[in-house]
């Protein structure tokens, strides 16, 4: 029960941006996104369920649960859309091991095909079905319209605010921006909104300076909130400028919309399909062209590309990743990346190395993981 | 038929002096059972006969292991299944996966083994399909592969999560049956559904075939050992590229089985059912017959003998059967039949778990079966392997060792 007396909406985890919030916010649940990562001892804890070998994020998620992490517990289901292997087995071990309940659903990979367009669709219907028996609210057509519109503009202000960093001067660091997008996913969205359009109007009003610090690029696998030591040692140590990220808890997310002018079931289906691809998606070459598009109009003078150990997609697909921005000639350092203290200096002798021979000029340095 | 039952061939035929051969030493050694020695021989030259018939001017494709065989035999095709690479591959091949596409050191064995193994063939042919449920990273793998111009079909199969049924698992199966019609075409041009149908049959029957031997094997365990139940598991959907051949050697094979059981001899080997990977650490199972065990189940690739339902369009049946035999990739819990099944029929007195290091998803299914299996008092053991030849690893030995001491 709420302070109120009312009845506290149910609460629907999930973990990955490929999961329409609109439809849970539609249906009157609060949509949670957990994740949070950064922290080796709750890893420890989730590899008990798992394996060493597994990816860290994955295993944070289940420790999170075995640790009784208050966010995480407060979820009364999760849905989970088959991104990759070891987070739909995370969400099974979960359910498993912690009894929580959770509703599976399948991603097409292969996103322009039409059999992947009509099947995603089907797939978005089963999870209105079982939002709704979550819930007990049925989801009208209208209020998942209006719940479409509602991220839509949550988006486009992420959108705006990420392109003010086009400036030579970004008004906002990359540390600042990731703060921005917890908002989305931890605030309401219209509280969220509000707040993204107060924030937008005071930093486009920022005076111009003449400076121009080194623009870097993050791609790669997800940058959890509290894995923050390689922002922190970008920006604040090293001087850099994070002007754009190609990460789903970056920009990524929010620089396209879902369409308003298709049935709402429809448009969430098509709209998820044809975001911003991750590398879990086919063909990676799509991917490949998303990043080099958001490297040109940032105009980034270096990537910071990270891959979780143990990221299937992301370590394995790195070294196509470099060659791409090799032909290019944009410089990039490949990070295999961990949520252990241990590797701290070492992250920072390689980064700062990276760094010095950009400043020299050095451009075509590509210093692998 | 030859006039006298065949001898056994573990306890009898096979010298001690085996147990330290590699695998492919091992494979060329005669095992006293002519059919065994003679699908031994159908491994040992199967990856060179797929090149032979790509110089013939035959179409060749790797894939085939799984649910797609029936839609490659269909296209006139010959199969070659790429894990089956990994009898090729040793440390050098995942050394120059990880050189090459700079892999790191942490990703799957069987992925970097294979990856090397297609590298070094790149002048061969090129044309690979890949199931994408089946593996997220042979699914990047396969991405980056294209760069080194290999032409690969994504069978984007639908991920079949636990307990699905009714109106889902059908829209399952529709996507499935669009996606295999995709392969069809990619495969041949157009589509037989007549020729496909032909091909179920034989695969059915051939299925039943092996099943046969299994279930002659657990009557009667002295006749053949582990490694040998193993090839012939592994060519039921790829036929090793000869599908009348092997056929024929099933035959003989139950042929030899039925003789050798009918003289009644008494066996102490103890049952185990296997679950998960087939790796080629030859030497884990080659370690079951030393240790008076052999493992009388391949359970989970096992779910890829379910027969196909005849009763439905062909390319309907495939799709099904894909989605109902998802096995590892599929929820954990729905394997649990399949192996509570295989330990009643075979009376197995434990399981092992066998997944390679770094793979995404069994790790977790097999915490998950554990629980379920300790709960009912049943002994299992996970190992942690690597999929390329070599010895296994001396960890894996002694655990081994001392789980077989255990449930004896």
């Not at chain 1, 300076?209 to 870097?216: A, I, M, N, Q, S």
Request: proline share 5%.
């Amino acid at each position: 029960m709420r302070g109120d007396g009312g009845v506290q909406p149910k609460r629907a985890g999930y973990f990955c941006v490929y999961t329409p919030v609109e439809l849970l916010a539609a249906a009157g649940a609060t949509p949670v996104r957990l994740f949070k990562g950064g922290d080796a001892n709750t890893v420890n804890s989730g590899e008990v369920h798992t394996r060493s070998f597994f990816c860290q994020f994955a295993q944070y998620s289940v420790g999170a649960f075995r640790e009784a992490d208050p966010l995480y517990r407060s979820v009364d289901k999760l849905y989970h859309f088959n991104t990759c292997d070891q987070m739909k087995k995370a969400v099974e071990a979960i359910g498993e091991f912690f009894d929580v309940p959770y509703r599976m659903l399948c991603l097409p990979r292969e996103r322009s095909r039409p059999a992947a367009r009509e099947f995603m669709r089907r797939e978005v219907e089963f999870m209105q079905r079982d939002v709704e028996e979550l819930t007990g609210n049925r989801v009208s057509e209208a209020a998942l319209g209006e719940a479409i519109a509602a991220y839509n503009r949550a988006r486009r202000w992420l959108k705006a605010i990420s392109e003010l960093r086009k400036l030579d001067d970004p008004p906002l660091t990359g540390g600042d921006y990731l703060e921005l997008v917890k908002a989305f996913y931890y605030l309401p969205v219209d509280k969220a909104v509000a707040h993204f359009e107060k924030l937008h109007a005071r930093l486009s009003e920022e005076p111009p300076t003449v400076e121009r610090p080194l623009r870097v690029m993050v791609s790669g696998g997800i940058v959890a909130d509290g894995d923050d030591r390689l922002v922190e040692l970008l920006e604040d140590e090293l001087g850099t400028r994070i002007v754009v990220e190609d990460h789903c808890t970056g920009l990524r997310p929010f620089y396209q919309e879902i369409p308003e002018d298709l049935p709402p079931l429809h448009a969430l289906a098509d709209g998820y399909l044809d975001s911003a691809p991750c590398a879990r998606m086919k063909p990676l070459s799509e991917r490949l062209d998303f990043t080099e598009r958001l490297a040109r109009e940032y105009r980034v003078d270096a990537i910071v590309y990270v891959s979780l150990k143990f990221c299937s997609c992301y370590a394995i697909t790195g070294n196509a990743f470099s060659k791409r921005f090799e032909k290019l000639g944009i410089p990039v350092l490949e990070i295999s990346s961990d949520y252990s203290e241990s590797d701290l200096g070492q992250l920072r002798t390689r980064v700062g190395a990276f760094l010095e021979l950009l400043r020299k000029g050095e451009t075509d340095v590509r210093v692998p993981a | 038929m030859s006039a006298s039952p065949p001898s056994p061939v573990v306890q009898l035929a096979r010298p001690r002096e085996h147990v330290e051969l590699s695998q492919v030493e091992y494979l060329k050694a005669r095992t006293g059972s002519p059919a065994i020695d003679r699908i031994f021989d159908l491994a040992l030259t199967y990856i060179q006969r797929a090149d032979e018939a790509h110089r013939a001017g035959r179409k060749v494709v790797y894939g085939g292991g799984m649910t797609d065989a029936p839609i490659i035999h269909a296209a006139d095709t010959f199969p070659c299944v790429f894990p089956e690479l990994g009898r090729l591959a040793g440390d050098a091949s995942v050394a120059l996966a990880e050189d090459h596409f700079r892999i790191a050191r942490e990703t799957c064995s069987m992925v970097k083994a294979t990856m090397g193994e297609l590298l070094k063939r790149k002048p061969l042919f090129k044309r690979l399909i890949n199931y994408c449920s089946l593996c997220e990273p042979y699914n990047a793998a396969f991405e980056v592969l294209k760069d080194e111009g290999y032409d690969i079909y994504s069978v984007d199969l639908p991920y079949r999560p636990e307990g699905v049924s009714g109106e889902r698992f059908d829209s399952l199966v529709d996507f499935a049956e669009q996606e295999l019609l995709g392969l069809a075409t990619w495969l041949g041009g157009a589509y037989d559904e007549v020729r496909l149908g032909s091909e179920i049959r034989r695969l059915n029957r051939l299925h039943a075939k092996v099943r046969r031997v299994l279930d002659l094997q657990v009557a009667s365990p002295d006749y053949i050992g582990t490694l040998e139940t193993l090839f012939v598991w592994n060519g039921a959907n790829h036929n090793y590229g000869v599908p009348g051949e092997y056929e024929a050697l099933l035959d003989q094979l139950i042929d030899e089985l039925e003789r050798f059981a009918a003289r009644g001899v008494e066996s102490s080997r103890v049952p185990i059912v296997w679950a998960g990977g087939r790796g080629q650490e030859f030497g884990l199972y080659k370690l079951f017959d030393d240790l008076n065990g052999y493992i009388a189940s391949w359970t989970m690739t096992g779910l890829l003998l379910r027969d196909y339902d005849e009763s439905l369009r062909p390319l309907r049946a495939v799709a099904h059967n894909t989605v109902i035999g998802m096995g590892g990739p599929g929820g954990s819990k729905d394997q649990l039949p399949h192996l509570e099944d295989a330990i009643r029929r075979t009376g197995s007195k434990g399981i092992v778990f066998y997944g390679y290091f770094g793979c995404s998803f069994s790790s977790v299914n097999f915490e998950v079966l554990k629980k379920h299996f300790n709960q009912q008092g049943i002994p299992s053991l996970i190992l942690d392997g690597s999929f390329q030849t070599g010895a296994p690893s001396g960890q894996n030995v002694t655990r081994l060792k001392a789980f077989m001491e255990m449930v004896q």
